[in-house]
């Protein structure tokens, strides 16, 4: 089947530090692939997407690269700040699949 | 735009008692979403339309759920009768066409409590 599986939390960091949160994917056609970011008490929102190997998505200084040949999708920051605190969501959907496959999210704090 | 709008923001009942969560999706989008996510199970799709028709209930839990758009600026996700497990907050999102490229927009989420 189709699925997500993300690196698990929680992540502490310190300001400026470097981040990396993994997520690997299986599925059985080409996905694209998303990373939502979920802040406290709201719903989720799309941070950045990939919608062919080797795609890089980005935003708000994350990036993420589709890498078909490891069927990952890593997130990445080189300098994280206090309000990038949140849960960070791996997800993918498939041509013809009218749904989204979310993982199980990755809770990040960042500590000033 | 505002938004997806969803309502009440936070709901207590008892368990028995009948749950209706209201959405009000993006004006022109014409697929709408409703998740639950919990702890234990994450993030959940239980069900989706498009054009105000259902298109996929196979996330539905059982038959206690059921779900309305009788037009294309309302939804509703109706639990009867509610049971302490179905604490979790729902969310509605919605999006203007569903190529797997798309972006899904979510609103806030109802955080529901069944005691």
């Known amino acids: 089947g189709n699925s997500v599986t993300q690196m698990e939390g929680p992540v502490t960091l310190s300001e400026e530090a470097f981040l990396t949160i993994n997520c690997t994917y299986t599925a059985t056609g080409y996905p694209s692939l998303f990373w939502y970011v979920q802040y406290p008490g709201e719903g989720l929102q799309l941070l950045l997407k990939a919608t062919k190997a080797d795609d890089k998505g980005s935003n708000k200084g994350f990036e993420a690269t589709y890498r078909k040949e490891t069927t990952s999708f890593h997130l990445e920051k080189g300098s994280v700040q206090v309000s990038d605190s949140a849960v960070y969501f791996c997800a993918l959907s498939l041509q013809g699949a009218q749904k989204l496959v979310f993982g199980q999210g990755t809770r990040l704090t960042i500590n000033p | 735009d505002a938004g997806v709008i969803q309502s009440p923001r936070h709901e207590v009942t008892e368990m028995g008692q009948e749950v209706t969560l209201r959405c009000k999706p993006i004006s022109g989008h014409d697929y709408l979403f409703w998740y639950r996510q919990t702890m234990m199970r994450g993030l959940e799709l239980l069900i989706y339309f498009n054009n105000n028709v259902p298109i996929d209930d196979s996330g539905m839990p059982e038959d206690r759920f059921s779900a309305k758009m009788p037009n294309a600026s309302f939804s509703t996700l109706k639990i009867q009768p509610s049971e302490p497990r179905d604490s979790a907050v729902y969310f509605c999102?919605?999006?203007?066409?569903?190529?797997?490229?798309?972006?899904?927009?979510f609103g806030p989420g109802t955080r529901l409590t069944v005691l």
């Open positions: 999102a919605s999006s203007l066409l569903l190529l797997n490229t798309d972006t899904q927009y």
